[in-house]
């Protein structure tokens, strides 16, 4: 018979049984001595994040399901982290770990929009774009490094153009961001700057800036559909512009965040007062800047307005599983947890730093494109989305890809000492006059 606790329990949470064999089953990938540093240094981040979940859970009495629900996250990025990190010790396999993580979130998000979402939900906005999006910005990286780049322009013009026709402005924000990195990278290599990196950070921020314009400017005339031209006017006039204008929780997060205490308020907390309270003020100011572009404060009806508008945006914030929603990954668990628990997220992104300046030495502007666009889609996922298991899934596999580099960069001394025959002379020794003849006709076949 199920406890009762058992039945109440989230869908998803009973991976955590998975979660843990799977844990228990892939011990010996941390424990081998091949396995790179950051690949330690990641788990342990993560171990600490378990032990503020559980350390929240019982300081502040959480509801035992949701504990479970959410601590079991850690132990699922752990698992993911093992299997990926001895999947991609053959280097042939990056394109398909890459592929098979995005097209996994894909999957599950538009499992979970028609599970949890009544009528026809937005496909694109929700569940394909975010993930495939990203995956086509990979392959488009593939073939620019195959030297089709016919192929790879086309492929990122489609994709740009999809996103503004649906008006995913956060996933065409990502987009831009990789494509220009790349762009400003490869100008900088054949302009032969000393730090092309460098270069291009500066020269990418310069290309985002002008396409928040250009594409305002289309919106604002209406070209792309009434709805985006109001959707563009109203967050442009928000607090905190276009990019922070549509998302009213980063606001809210900043107010509520330097409240919470060491160890957070727990999972489905009860708010305390000061936090409340500048919860509610938060509210009202957002709700009211709104109101000012269309109704007048001397008009009869604004109190009404105003007080409506705010209970809406209220419930909004205060989901019964959160306490306070903010529609962030890594301030939701702040919230919940505490300061400490942002190491983890932060050493992920730190990862997507160094993998775009691996594969910056290794591919040029292709792995530039590919890399970028898998850190700006972790980043954008950590700051302004809530962590599915698409994202738990893609801060493993950052991690894993600048773990399986380190591997390949520390094997091919051996293999390239190998095939120029700087072979141990004891081993040549001690092989039988058969095998010493036999590996001379093999490396005169390799060189053939």
């Keep these: 018979m199920i406890p009762p606790w058992a039945a109440r329990m989230p869908s998803n949470a009973g991976l955590t049984m998975a979660t843990l064999v799977g844990v228990v089953l892939l011990i010996p990938v941390f424990v081998n001595r091949s396995t790179p540093r950051v690949v330690h240094v990641m788990a342990l981040a993560l171990l600490l994040w378990l032990a503020l979940s559980i350390a929240t859970a019982s300081v502040n009495g959480s509801d035992l399901r949701w504990s479970i629900f959410h601590s079991v996250r850690p132990l699922i990025v752990v698992a993911d982290l093992a299997f990926l990190v001895w999947l991609l010790r053959v280097p042939r396999r990056w394109p398909l770990a890459i592929v098979a993580v995005l097209l996994g979130a894909c999957v599950a998000g538009t499992i979970g929009l028609y599970s949890y979402t009544v009528g026809q939900p937005d496909l694109w906005r929700y569940s394909w774009g975010p993930s495939l999006s990203p995956l086509i910005v990979v392959v488009a990286a593939i073939q620019w490094h195959r030297g089709r780049r016919a192929w790879a322009l086309a492929l990122l013009v489609l994709i740009v153009l999809v996103n503004v026709a649906a008006g995913l402005r956060s996933v065409l924000l990502q987009c831009a961001v990789a494509a220009a990195a790349a762009l400003v990278f490869g100008i900088a290599q054949r302009l032969r700057f000393r730090w092309p990196l460098i270069a291009t950070s500066l020269g990418m921020v310069l290309i985002v800036v002008s396409v928040i314009p250009v594409y305002g400017a289309v919106a604002e005339s209406g070209a792309l559909g009434r709805q985006q031209q109001e959707k563009w006017r109203l967050q442009s006039d928000a607090a905190g512009g276009i990019l922070l204008g549509g998302r009213p929780e980063f606001r809210l997060a900043l107010d509520v965040l330097p409240l919470v205490p ?20 938060r509210a009202t100011e957002y709700v009211m800047t709104d109101i ?17 508008s705010r209970t809406k945006l209220l419930a909004y914030w205060a989901q019964p599983s959160h306490g306070i929603y903010l529609h962030s990954g890594v301030f939701q668990y702040w919230l919940w947890c505490g300061p400490l628990v942002v190491v983890p997220f932060a050493l992920v992104l730190m990862a997507g730093l160094m993998l775009v300046g691996r594969a910056s030495r290794r591919y ?5 494109l590919g890399a970028s666009a898998l850190l700006t889609k972790c980043t954008w996922d ?3 989305s809530p962590l599915g298991g698409g994202g738990l899934a893609l801060m493993a596999l950052i991690v894993a890809l600048l773990a399986a580099d380190t591997i390949a960069r520390k094997e091919q001394p051996a293999q ?16 039988a006059p058969g095998d010493r003849a036999r590996r001379g006709a093999d490396r005169a076949t390799e060189q053939a």
């Design 262 to 281: 060491v160890l957070g308020l727990g999972f489905d907390p009860t708010i305390p007062a000061n936090i409340a309270e500048a919860r509610d003020s």
């Design 292 to 308: 000012d572009r269309v109704v007048s404060r001397t008009d009869p009806q604004y109190p009404l307005l105003v007080a409506k």
């Design 364 to 368: 040029g502007a292709a792995g530039v």
């Design 382 to 384: 950590t700051l302004f």
């Design 416 to 431: 390239q000492a190998t095939s120029d025959g700087d072979t141990d002379p004891g081993v040549v020794a001690s092989l």
